[in-house]
Structure formats: structure tokens, C-alpha cells
């Protein structure tokens, strides 16, 4: 009661609808310590304990946030968040998105007022890099080339061999690394220009890295054997470098072998849109050797003649910004990833943030494992100091500090989570399959699948599609992208990364390219040699693809006798189980009357005086309820559990 003289702890706490306790928690933060309920407070101090209760607590969250942030900003476990989301007729599983209606009821409930980050904060995808100096600091920059054709038409060798042919030796030993990308330098009209050279030869790497917004490629050279001709990856690397509209210089390769045939090579490519000169185009077609050496200097000629065309340029002044060439996480140095430095410099302790990586330059090595202290444009350098290994391709930028290259990173983490969520990435696990679908965001589980012989091939296919046949009426399908024999190769990955697939090995294994490519895109090789294994796996996968059913078990239920409350506020309902049992921990609904009050959790059990698990009908035992002092004798408590039913 409130007197002149201000009002007992007991009785604000009752105005207040809380337990003498947790008022007793409040005044502490405030700074006022209590004998016990009946200590007097003065009306001052009670003034100040009723503005702080009664001023609703603030929660911040972007939009599209999952139940699991959501619960987070509003401190309270998930689990809790997604019953009550039940008891609001809503089933969402942690990871699904909340819309922001439901997310501020849930907020409402746990007396929060909720404030829904616009889309506008969340930053934009990067945009493809493009950087400007100052005015006047533009200066020529060397070109960046990528070599691309037919499978062993000599890409790797004529990468190896101009590399080899072109290191000043003696400078620096001789010795090279490998980093994803290395550069020559060439005398062109008595200058010495430099090109830089993209490691990882193929369409494939060059349209993963466009696909993530790197147009890293100046010019593409590509290669066709002289002996054999246009061949279908010749086909695709011709379709890669025009959509990308980077111009292509040919080098007729292998032209020390006797049956090199460069000029059905030069009509073959007529067809393609590719006109050479002699035909009266304007493309540049090369007669090379990557095992004599022949045409290669006419080769490089040929690149910096195209480069001078382009007019390429950059500015070395300012914050750098570039790409990803490669990036692993190597033991004892942490993650080691090649950047090619686009525009501006990059430096020793500059704050980088790369895709969803951020961190500090800590050390530049080039591909002649010199240490740099800054890296100009078209430099490729090995850069330590990120906290993770970013994707090739992934944008790469200096930033202010540490702090904002921590925020920038995890808001491009936050949205690929997002994206996932909505079903926009592409790849996949079967395990992230499992989940999304769970999640109804996918429907189909693309699969591909090679095998050992045809006749095993046939009988994966046809047990898989028998899956589907089995279900007819399920919502996830499977479904078969290829199917072929033999070992599970780089371009099956890629399929696979196009078409957001898992790969499945039946005594068939990937080879070492496709190996490297699968951990590089994050596809999902399963392999087997038991075809009842993998039906099976397939099959727990689409069980776990199709919705979960939640289901009410009714446990039992109790009456309230009595209401007890300690010496430290703690409200304690002395009941009897009339039916069934209760479980410590198990979901609780007080009903007065008939009607529903209030479903929380039964915090603790008691018989007598020691803890138990559970309670069985016929037994008094004393019980708290989770969030919930408010009992009374004749209260009926219904205990149950929600148990997620597994379809068959
Ligand atoms: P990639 O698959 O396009 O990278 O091709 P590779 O560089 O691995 O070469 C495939 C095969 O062709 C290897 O056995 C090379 O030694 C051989 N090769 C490459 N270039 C030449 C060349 O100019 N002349 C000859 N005779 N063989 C070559």
C-alpha cells in the first residue's frame, strides 16, 4: 500500500504484476539494496522503478531476419520462439524467415517494441569492381589474359612455357610459385611491358569469377591444337569470351607435329565468327609450339598489340580494389588468397574485406616469391592476414578499418544467408538440401551421376527415378541433371555448380581437377559402392526435404492445491497429478476455469523436497512454471509435449 511515506517493496511488486524477487533484481540495477518484501521505498525511487518497468525494451532486427535472430535480438531461446510462434498458429522452423508482422507479435509478447532494419540497410550485391583516381593519375596498366580451349590442346604447357621463358632469371633464382596468376615481362617496341597471366586456364574458372562480379580477363587466348581442330570446350570457350565480350587472340598450338593443319584450323574457325586476317577479319590467329618455343615471343607481341587497342588503364592512387584469383586455407599460415589488384594500391596493413572475408594485409608475396610492401594494377599477390578464404572472383576492397571490414563482411554473410534462404544460391549439399526443403524452399533434388560401367549407370538411374515413381504424390522430386561412366570429372562439377546438383559417384571417384573444383565451388560428391546406401541416403534426404509435421502428445495433467511462494519470491504450485504424469521441461497449459490462461514450461519438479524428472498420476508434487507466478488453487494444469512426426 502507498503511504506518505512511499509504498513496500510487496506491494509495487504486486502493482507491478511481478514477485517481490524480481522486483528485488530491478532496484539492485538501480542501485537500491532491500531488507526483504516489506522494506519501504520512497515515492521517488518508486517513480523511477515504474518508468524503467514500464518502458517497453527496444529490440532491432533487418528485415527478413529467421526466428533464430529474431529470438536472439529479443534474448530469448529459440526453441521458446518457435513454440510460441506455434501457440500464434504459425510452424516455422529456426532458420526459416519470419515476416515482419509475426516477428513484431513475437516481440509484443515478450514485452519488446520492435524495430525492422529497412532492405535499404542491407548493402547491395557489389557491383561489378570499376575504379577512377583521381583526374590525371590514369596510367597504361598491363592486360590480364586468360588462355581457354579444347582439353589437352596445351594450355597448361603454354602457360608453363612462356612463364618459364619469360622470368628473369638469375634475378630472382629462377623461382616461381604458383599463385593463380603470374606476370612476364616482355620487350615491345623497345619497352618493356608487362602481361599477367591468369593460372587456372578454362572457360570455367573465367565464368565462375564473372558469375561472382569479377571481369577480371582482358584478353582470352585461345588455344586450338594444330593437329586436331575445333573441338566442343573450343565451341564454349568461344560462346564464354564473346558473351563476355573480351576479345580473343588464337594460338594454333602443337605446330612442331607433323600433321598440324593451322590453316583448316583458321577455316574452321570462320565458322565460329572468329574471321582471321587472312580471311579478311580482324582476328589474330598465331602459329605456336608450347614444346619448341616456336611463335611464342610473336605470341606475346600479339597480346600487347590487342592490350594497346583496349587502351587499358588504371590508377595506382587511392584505396586498391580487385578480386580473388584463388584462396585456400593453408595449416600454420591461415587463409592465403591471390589477389589481382584491379585499380589503386594495395599495401602492408591495409584493412581489406574480400566477398565474406575480411581482415588485414599482413604479408604480399609475388609469383616470384618476392615480398612486396604495395602491389600496382594487374598485379597478382599472394595476400596473408584474412580471417577466411573467400571465393575466386569475390570482390576485394580496402576499407577505413578493422571495424568496418568486420561489419562489411558479415553484412555480405548475413545476405548469402538470406539468398540461401530464398533459394537463390546454387550450391548445394545434400545435408543444405535436406534443410532448405524442410524449409519448403526447394522442391527438386538435382542430382547427377556417373558410374564405373553402363550397366550400373542404368540401375542407379532407374532406382532413383524409381524413388519418385514410389511417391508419387510427394512434393520433392529427384531429378537426374546426367548421367554417364567414368570418373567424376571438373566439368561434371560445373554442371553441377550451374545447375545446383550434388554429385553421386557409383565406383566411380573423382579425379584430382574434379576434386579440387568440388571444394573450391562447395558441391557435394557422395560416393558408394552399395546401391542400397545410396537409394537410402537419397531417400532420408527427401524425407528430410518434405515438411515437418508437428504433432501434441498429451502427457497428463494436475490440479493446483495450493500456491506457495519462498522467502525469495519464488512462486511454487503444490498440486496433484490427476492424470497421466508431468515431465520437468515438458510444455504446461494453466487453465482456470476452462479457459485457457496462459503455455509456458515446467521449470522445476518437486517430491517433497528432492528434484525429479517427472511425476506420475496419483502423487502431490511442487512445480514453477516458466514466465508464469500467477496459480491458484483449482488451476488445471495440462502437461504435453510437441513431437515432429516423420512421414513415410
Ligand atoms: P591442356 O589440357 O590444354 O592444359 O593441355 P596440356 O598443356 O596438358 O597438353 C596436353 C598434351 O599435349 C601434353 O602431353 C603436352 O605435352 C602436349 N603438348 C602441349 N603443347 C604441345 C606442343 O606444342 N607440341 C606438342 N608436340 N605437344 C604439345
Redesign the pocket.
Known amino acids: 500500500m502507498a503511504t506518505a511515506k512511499g509504498i513496500r517493496v510487496a506491494d509495487l511488486a504486486n502493482e507491478l504484476k511481478m514477485t517481490p524477487a524480481e522486483l528485488a533484481v530491478t532496484l539492485n540495477d538501480l542501485g537500491v539494496n532491500i531488507d526483504g518484501p516489506a522494506t519501504m521505498l520512497d515515492e521517488e525511487t518508486a517513480r523511477t522503478v515504474r518508468e524503467v518497468l514500464t518502458q517497453p525494451k527496444i529490440a532491432e532486427i533487418s528485415a527478413g531476419s529467421t526466428v533464430r535472430e529474431v529470438a536472439e535480438a529479443l534474448s530469448m531461446p529459440v526453441n521458446t520462439a518457435v513454440k510460441k510462434l506455434m501457440e500464434f498458429g504459425q510452424l516455422i522452423a529456426p532458420n526459416q524467415r519470419l515476416d515482419a508482422r509475426m516477428a513484431e507479435k513475437l516481440a509484443a509478447a515478450c514485452g519488446y517494441v520492435l524495430r525492422v532494419k529497412t532492405e535499404a540497410r542491407i548493402e547491395p550485391k557489389p557491383a561489378p569492381v570499376a575504379h577512377r583516381g583521381p583526374a590525371g593519375t590514369m596510367q597504361p596498366r598491363p592486360p590480364v589474359v586468360t588462355i581457354m580451349?579444347?582439353?589437352?590442346?596445351?594450355?597448361?604447357?603454354?602457360l608453363?612455357i612462356i612463364r618459364k621463358a619469360n622470368v628473369a632469371e638469375g634475378e630472382f633464382g629462377g623461382i616461381t610459385q604458383h599463385i593463380g596468376a603470374y606476370q612476364v615481362e616482355v620487350e615491345h617496341e623497345a619497352q618493356k611491358k608487362r602481361i599477367t597471366f591468369l593460372d587456372t586456364?578454362g572457360h570455367e574458372a573465367f565464368t565462375e569469377m564473372r558469375a561472382r562480379g569479377a571481369s577480371v580477363t582482358d584478353i582470352v587466348v585461345l588455344?586450338v591444337?594444330a593437329d586436331d581442330g575445333i573441338m566442343p570446350q573450343t565451341i564454349e570457350a568461344i560462346h564464354h569470351a564473346q558473351a563476355a565480350k573480351v576479345p580473343i587472340v588464337v594460338a594454333i598450338?602443337?605446330?612442331?607435329?607433323p600433321d598440324a593443319r593451322p590453316d583448316r584450323i583458321k577455316q574452321q574457325l570462320t565458322e565460329h565468327n572468329l574471321v582471321v586476317e587472312e580471311y579478311g577479319g580482324e582476328v589474330i590467329a598465331v602459329p605456336?609450339?608450347?614444346?619448341?618455343g616456336e611463335g611464342i615471343p610473336e605470341l606475346l607481341e600479339y597480346i600487347l598489340l590487342v592490350a594497346e587497342v583496349q587502351q587499358l588503364q588504371a590508377s595506382p592512387s587511392g584505396h586498391a580494389i580487385g578480386a580473388i584469383v584463388e584462396a585456400s586455407v593453408e595449416p600454420g599460415r591461415g587463409a592465403v588468397a591471390t589477389v589481382l589488384v584491379q585499380g589503386g594500391t594495395l599495401r602492408i596493413g591495409d584493412c581489406i574485406v574480400a566477398g565474406p572475408a575480411y581482415g588485414k594485409v599482413r604479408a604480399m608475396t609475388n609469383d616470384r616469391g618476392e615480398k612486396l610492401q604495395k602491389a600496382p594494377p594487374s598485379t597478382p599477390v599472394e595476400v596473408l592476414g584474412l580471417n577466411a578464404a573467400p571465393a575466386a572472383g569475390d570482390t576485394v576492397e580496402v576499407v577505413k578499418n578493422e571495424k568496418e571490414a568486420r561489419q562489411t563482411a558479415e553484412r555480405r554473410m548475413s545476405r548469402a544467408r538470406t539468398e540461401r534462404l530464398g533459394g537463390q544460391t546454387r550450391r548445394l549439399t545434400l545435408d543444405d538440401l535436406s534443410r532448405q526443403a524442410l524449409e519448403g524452399i526447394v522442391k527438386e533434388l538435382n542430382i547427377i551421376v556417373k558410374g564405373d560401367v553402363q550397366g550400373s549407370v542404368e540401375a542407379v538411374v532407374g532406382q532413383l527415378n524409381k524413388l519418385n515413381e514410389n511417391r508419387p504424390d510427394e512434393e520433392v522430386r529427384v531429378s537426374v541433371k546426367l548421367s554417364g561412366v567414368g570418373s567424376i570429372s571438373e566439368s561434371d562439377i560445373s554442371l553441377a555448380v550451374a545447375t545446383g546438383s550434388i554429385v553421386i559417384g557409383f565406383n566411380s571417384r573423382p579425379d584430382p581437377s574434379a576434386q579440387r573444383a568440388a571444394e573450391r565451388d562447395g558441391i557435394d560428391v557422395r560416393t558408394y559402392n552399395i546401391i542400397y546406401d545410396l537409394t537410402e541416403d537419397i531417400e532420408r534426404a527427401m524425407k528430410g526435404l518434405l515438411a515437418p509435421v508437428f504433432e501434441e502428445a498429451a502427457l497428463g495433467a494436475a490440479r493446483v492445491l495450493q500456491r506457495f511462494q519462498t522467502s525469495r519470491g519464488v512462486v511454487i504450485a503444490g498440486c496433484t497429478v490427476t492424470d497421466g504424469k508431468l515431465v520437468r521441461g515438458a510444455e504446461v497449459r494453466i487453465l482456470r476455469n476452462k479457459q485457457l490462461l496462459y503455455t509456458s514450461r515446467i521449470d522445476s519438479l518437486k517430491r517433497v523436497k528432492d528434484d525429479v524428472r517427472e511425476v506420475a498420476q496419483g502423487f502431490e508434487c511442487g512445480l514453477t512454471i516458466e514466465n508464469w507466478s500467477d496459480v491458484q488453487p483449482d488451476d488445471v494444469l495440462e502437461c504435453f509435449e510437441m513431437k515432429q512426426v516423420e512421414r513415410v
Open positions: 580451349g579444347h582439353v589437352d590442346h596445351g594450355k597448361t604447357s603454354l608453363d586456364p588455344v591444337a598450338n602443337k605446330m612442331d607435329k605456336v609450339s608450347a614444346k619448341s
